[in-house]
């Protein structure tokens, strides 16, 4: 079993800037993949970033430039630096991971991103 706990999120003006963090316990040698997915009201939740082991991160190719994904050292925390938000980024930020043994997924409870003037 891996728990999940999010912070970082809250209100922010256009243009600011959070950064999100989730610390992932309990059976973290067999993660393999740490990364943040988010759904706004009324539509489908979609990934925002992913780090996989080995470094290799990914970022949603219309969020390039503004958000970015890191992970400590340790592979137990996960990080989403956001700039320059814009009120369309408003939505629910969810972190999850996967393990490798067993194979599966594990989600954060969500952290609430609003940006509103």
């Known amino acids: 079993q891996v728990q999940l706990v999010e912070s970082g999120g809250g209100l922010v003006q256009p243009g600011g800037s959070l950064r999100l963090s989730c610390l992932a316990s309990?059976?973290?040698?067999?993660?393999?993949?740490m990364g943040w997915y988010r759904q706004a009201p009324g539509k489908q939740r979609e990934q925002v970033a992913i780090s996989q082991s080995g470094g290799i991160t990914r970022t949603a190719e219309s969020l390039q430039g503004r958000f970015a994904i890191s992970r400590d050292n340790a592979k137990t925390t996960v990080y989403l630096q956001m700039n320059s938000l814009k009120p369309e980024d408003t939505a629910l930020y969810y972190c999850f991971v996967t393990t490798s043994l067993p194979p599966r997924a594990y989600w954060g409870q969500g952290t609430q991103v609003t940006v509103s003037s």
């Open positions: 309990g059976s973290i040698s067999s993660i393999n993949a």
